[in-house]
């Protein structure tokens, strides 16, 4: 079974940064657009952002656009997602996602294979 391990999750204070990491178990991540996403207690799983296979597309929800930044190392066979003026607002479990079928990056979950287990990040003073 294709498995993707989260992890760089953890507390951290307002305007504070974090470094996600998403890894595959067994299988290259190489061929497969990767997108993350976030749910917060009592609200809906939200699109983050996506990066295409190649790393040609990416997208970013309106929440986070200017502050995170998702990019991939093929070689690393590993997608990170660097989060910067971490606001309480962004605490939720955040999931990474693996798409054989996403061409031009989109955050829509349905268009989603394979999900991790989720890591916590949790921004208060």
């Given at each position: 079974q294709l498995q993707l391990v989260e992890s760089g999750g953890g507390l951290v204070q307002p305007g504070g940064s974090l470094r996600l990491s998403c890894a595959p178990s067994g299988f290259t991540l190489d061929y497969?657009?990767?997108g993350w996403f976030?749910?917060?207690p009592g609200k809906e799983r939200e699109?983050?952002?996506c990066i295409?296979?190649?790393g040609g597309s990416t997208v970013y929800a309106d929440s986070v656009?200017?502050?995170f930044t998702i990019s991939r190392d093929n070689a690393k066979n590993t997608v990170y997602l660097q989060m910067n003026s971490l606001k309480?607002?962004?605490t939720a479990v955040?999931?990474?996602a693996a798409s054989g079928l996403i061409e031009v990056a989109d955050?829509?979950?349905l268009k989603y294979d394979y999900w991790g287990q989720g890591t916590q990040v949790t921004v208060s003073s």
């Open positions: 497969l657009a990767i976030r749910q917060a699109g983050v952002s295409t296979s190649s656009k200017g502050r309480p607002e962004d955040y999931y990474c955050i829509n979950p």
